[in-house]
């Protein structure tokens, strides 16, 4: 008898699964906070672009929440894209 045959489950289950989408405590330590606070904090987040959970599911989208965190900071500003009215005002001011 091997060890599959005593464990049959362990036979089902041919390689690991790492969620993209997760519950709200899961989105919560990714910020570091606590599910309270999350909870708390949600409306402020989503109002600065946050991504709101998956209305289906309720679940959120963890590469979404590392995409936000990413634009968020300044270090990405000279990536950022600007607003096309700013680029043509300060064209206009230069020539």
Same mark, same amino acid.
Request: net charge positive; hydrophobic share 45%.
């Given at each position: 008898m091997t060890a599959l045959d /005593?464990? !049959?489950?362990?036979?089902? @289950? /041919?390689?690991? @699964?790492?969620? /993209?989408? @997760? !519950? !709200?405590q899961k989105a919560a330590r990714r910020l570091h906070l606590t599910e309270?606070?999350? @909870?708390?904090?949600? !409306?402020?987040?989503?109002?600065r672009g946050f991504p709101p959970p998956d209305p289906t599911t309720g679940m959120f989208d963890l590469k979404a929440i590392d995409d936000w965190m990413d634009k968020r900071h300044t270090l990405t500003t000279p990536n950022r894209v600007r607003n096309a009215k700013e680029v043509v005002r300060d064209r206009?001011? /230069?020539l």
């Open positions: /005593r464990h !049959p489950i362990a036979a089902n @289950v /041919r390689f690991r @699964v790492e969620p /993209r989408d @997760v !519950p !709200p309270s606070d999350f @909870v708390a904090k949600l !409306p402020a987040l989503l109002d206009l001011a /230069r």
